[in-house]
């Protein structure tokens, strides 16, 4: 399986689009379970408060991927971004707790980090 080919710079949504559309067509359920986490977007006051309540946490990777016995954490970037504060953190305590996390820039760096990923024995 190839990665995907790299492009010029492009929205963090748009590489985010054509990375997951890579992922379902060569990772199927139920071997591989593949999702976005919403955390992003504009919410009034009120909303942001119920969702905070209800568990959404600052920094949490944008995309988890599930497969046998492997969990990995996702947070996609445009080509030149940067990590929050919060997503450091998040990203820190993923490390400290021994789960897999991964930054893509752009959705070729990605697909080429989860296919390195998914190559390594458990």
Do not use: C
Not at 6 to 14: G, L
Not at 46 to 69: C, M, Q
């Amino acid at each position: 399986m190839k990665p995907l080919s790299k492009t010029i710079a492009a929205p963090e949504h748009i590489e985010q689009v054509r990375l997951v559309n890579w992922l379902r067509d060569n990772f199927k359920e139920p071997d591989y379970i593949i999702f976005a986490v919403p955390n992003g977007g504009k919410r009034g006051i009120k909303e942001a408060g119920r969702l905070k309540d209800e568990g959404v946490k600052s920094g949490v990777s944008d995309l988890i991927i599930l497969t046998h016995n492997k969990v990995i954490f996702l947070e996609m970037k445009k080509l030149n971004g940067k990590l929050s504060d919060k997503q450091k953190e998040f990203h820190e305590n993923l490390d400290y707790l021994g789960f897999i996390n991964l930054i893509g820039y752009g959705a070729s760096d990605a697909s080429e980090k989860i296919l390195k990923e998914l190559a390594k024995t458990p």
